[in-house]
């Protein structure tokens, strides 16, 4: 059992930045591959960024690659997004989430852990 919870959050001016965290429990953080994932009002979830277990690997939907970055640290059990030139269009709720195993993940279904969310708001 996993749990995961994100801040960083906040109200942010576009071209702004932010760094959003999630804090894993449990002495096996290590072994998950890690998503964020976002969701706007009135749209579905969406696939942000994953890392793999080891943060070898990563991958970035199109919509912020180049402007996020996904890092672990699994000697703090947490996982960073780093979100840089924000755009209105980014504001949403996001979430981190964890798999058991696995390389990098974009599937909401293939991952089996969920935080409660943060709310990222970028003003134009």
């Known amino acids: 059992q996993v749990q995961l919870v994100e801040s960083g959050g906040g109200l942010v001016q576009a071209g702004g930045s932010l760094r959003l965290s999630c804090a894993a429990s449990?002495?096996?953080?290590?072994?998950?591959?890690m998503g964020w994932f976002r969701q706007a009002p009135g749209k579905e979830r969406e696939f942000v960024a994953a890392i793999s277990w080891s943060g070898g690997s990563t991958y970035y939907a199109d919509s912020v690659k180049g402007r996020f970055t996904i890092s672990r640290d699994n000697a703090k059990n947490t996982v960073y997004l780093q979100m840089n030139s924000l755009k209105p269009e980014d504001t949403a709720v996001y979430y981190c989430?964890?798999?058991?195993?696995?390389?990098?993940?974009?599937?909401?279904?293939?991952?089996?852990?969920w935080g409660q969310g943060t709310q990222v708001t970028v003003s134009s």
């Open positions: 989430a964890a798999r058991l195993g696995g390389v990098v993940h974009i599937r909401i279904y293939e991952y089996d852990y």
């Open positions: 449990g002495r096996t953080f290590s072994s998950y591959a």
